[in-house]
């Protein structure tokens, strides 16, 4: 199939070019068949799908109460499954699962490879370790010991998922966990990652607590989630610039879960805060990922596209850079380069037109025309 006469982003560099993507069956192709059909698609703009490195298909966002989601299995499923459609119908082409405990989101993954199903590319890690009554615990993977920590990691492996997550600290969402505690000593962190590595597979961390996101870095993890710098003074109070330099030597991606509620912060006292933070992470060259942590209460599967414009105005980046942060750089963050992220020749034909340009406007992310996903359109109503 081949999409004519478009102005085209490839999702790496700063320019737009005017041109044609070639489609062959799921990947981009070079020049064209001459029996391909073909669809003009003048006037408009084609970027890579949107990838959101931090959701969780399992949870419901109109539940507030993590204990009280569905419990019933094939329910549950079911609402995966519409959720992973409405996903990729907002042009979203690859998602981060990072956490649920029934290994329902591998299922689901697996149904969408085989085509069977319609949705994003889900990359997947199953039940995080967390400590005894940790943040997460009722997703079953507390551990206290190492071996312990090992036991879970390998259930993981045998569900089949594509990364480990790890609670390296504790949460809002759990009752009776604190954000800023940590969890875990560097020594266990560090057999953690070292562990993981045996298998095969990268580690991304949960971090509110400044402690515990300095653990994190110094463990080698491959993703900070959230990264909230919270102190004894508050959220984002504690912010240390000698981890943000080790964070950045180290090549780690922070990946900030801001999400389109985050909007609340842009009038509050707490923006010149967060602004801040993010202004020094960038001096010392740390990286970040676009993510919005979907699924917990109020923050939709598809925020995606909403958040970028919120994540744009509060992380300090231009609208290329929070593209970026949404399609290559995720690519590269989560293991997928060369597989999805960019529009070219070899990648997964992963695309998403839009009638104005995104790039002028990120609310435009609000409105795709069209979804392509493994070379498949999907229809955006
Ligand atoms: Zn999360």
Redesign the pocket.
């Given at each position: 199939m081949l999409y004519k006469n478009l102005n085209i982003w490839n999702g790496v560099g700063e320019d737009i070019f005017f041109g044609d993507i070639f489609v062959d069956k799921d990947i981009f192709g070079i020049g064209r068949s001459k029996q391909s059909s073909s669809k003009d698609f003048s006037g408009c703009f084609a970027i890579p799908g949107l990838i959101d490195s931090?959701?969780?298909l399992c949870l419901d966002p109109y539940e507030r109460n993590p204990l009280k989601q569905e419990v019933d299995e094939e329910k549950l499923k079911a609402a995966m499954i519409s959720r992973a459609e409405l996903i990729v119908k907002a042009g979203i082409t690859t998602v981060r699962d990072?956490?649920g405990g029934k290994h329902l989101e591998l299922l689901v993954r697996d149904l969408i490879k085989e085509k069977k199903l319609t949705g994003p590319r889900l990359i997947c890690a199953g039940q995080p370790i967390t400590s005894r009554g940790g943040h997460c615990h009722f997703w079953g993977g507390e551990a206290e010991s190492i071996e312990e920590a090992i036991k879970v990691m390998n259930r993981q492996a045998m569900a089949a998922v594509d990364l480990i997550k790890i609670m390296v600290t504790g949460?809002s969402m759990t009752p009776k966990s604190k954000p800023i505690n940590s969890q875990f000593d560097l020594d266990f962190l560090t057999k953690v990652v070292g562990e993981a590595k045996k298998l095969n597979y990268p580690v991304a961390a949960?971090c509110h607590g400044s402690d515990g996101i300095l653990k994190a870095a110094e463990a080698g993890v491959s993703t900070i989630?959230?990264c909230s710098w919270v102190g004894e003074s508050g959220w984002g109070r504690g912010f240390d610039m000698k981890t943000a330099t080790l964070i950045s030597k180290k090549e780690i991606w922070v990946s900030p879960?801001v999400n389109s509620g985050w909007k609340r912060y842009l009038e509050s006292n707490y923006l010149e805060i967060l602004r801040n933070n993010f202004k020094k992470m960038k001096e010392v060259g740390v990286r970040f990922i676009a993510s919005t942590?979907a699924?917990?209460p109020n923050i939709f599967h598809t925020d995606l596209p909403l958040a970028m414009p919120v994540f744009s105005e509060i992380a300090g980046l231009t609208n290329t850079e929070t593209l970026r942060a949404a399609t290559s750089d995720a690519a590269r963050a989560i293991g997928l380069s060369g597989v999805t992220g960019s529009i070219e020749s070899g990648c997964s034909a992963d695309f998403v037109i839009y009638d104005e340009n995104p790039l002028a406007d990120l609310n435009v992310l609000k409105a795709p025309k069209l979804v392509v996903v493994r070379g498949q359109e999907v229809s955006v109503d």
């Open positions: 931090h959701i969780h990072l956490g949460g949960h989630e959230h879960t942590d699924g917990i």
